[in-house]
């Protein structure tokens, strides 16, 4: 079946690197997605990619995506406290449904 | 960017109750919405896909009575829990997909509902 897998926790200094994985099942996924859901929010939608592109990059964000291993990416630069939240990774399937993983807490030490 | 609020933010209400949650596109018609349910510390799970003028479908085990779907405009959907329990406590949001967009939905704020 369809499926998106991600760690559940990551922890990281001010300042440095993130990169949260996740993987997925869905070969035929046309679209993968990384979002930001902060306490009690909605969540906010952060980046994107094609299933054809390897690579997206966007100020502090590059996503990588391997097709072959279907394994996703996200690494935030300079990470700050305010990046601090919960990220989810999703992918839009062949059917054209959205499969959520159950989201990676990070958490920024200062 | 596209905006969708959502209303109330925050519902406390009585087992047996029926509680309404609007979800709203602010600066674009949106003909398809979706509607999510969240439990703590977990994923999104996608409840209904609503399109303007016709019924929802439902995901499976979604009780199609019990959460009723209602896509009445280009700008607006509703859910209502019907005699609601407290094990439909939960968040739920909502999103809206511009009809342009192929990539993109914008999601709500989400909706608190507490059932006591």
Request: aromatic residues 10%.
């Amino acid at each position: 079946g369809e499926d998106v897998e991600q760690s559940l926790f990551l922890s990281v200094r001010e300042g440095d690197s993130s990169v949260i994985n996740c993987t997925y099942t869905d070969s035929s996924s046309t679209y993968l997605y990384w979002y930001k859901q902060e306490p009690g929010a909605g969540l906010q939608l952060l980046t994107y990619i094609f299933s054809n592109m390897d690579m997206k990059q966007d100020q502090r964000l590059t996503v990588l995506l391997n097709k072959k291993d279907k394994h996703l990416s996200l690494r935030i630069a300079d990470t700050q406290t305010g990046d601090s939240a919960i990220y989810f990774c999703a992918e839009k399937t062949g059917g054209f449904k959205t499969i959520f993983g159950a989201g990676t807490r990070l958490f920024v030490k200062a | 960017g596209a905006v969708v609020s959502q209303h109330p933010s925050r519902v406390i209400c009585k087992s047996g109750t029926s509680v309404k949650i609007e979800c709203r596109s602010l600066d674009f018609q949106a003909t398809t919405m979706f509607w999510y349910r969240q439990f703590p510390k977990q994923s999104l799970m996608l409840m209904a896909t609503s399109n303007e003028g016709s019924k929802a479908t439902y995901e499976q085990g979604v009780e199609k009575d019990k959460f009723l779907i209602n896509h009445a405009s280009l700008t607006l959907s509703t859910l209502t829990v019907t005699s609601a329990h407290p094990e439909d406590s939960s968040f739920y949001i909502c999103s809206a997909r511009p009809p342009e967009s192929g990539a993109e939905q914008f999601f709500g704020p989400g909706t608190r509902l507490t059932v006591l």
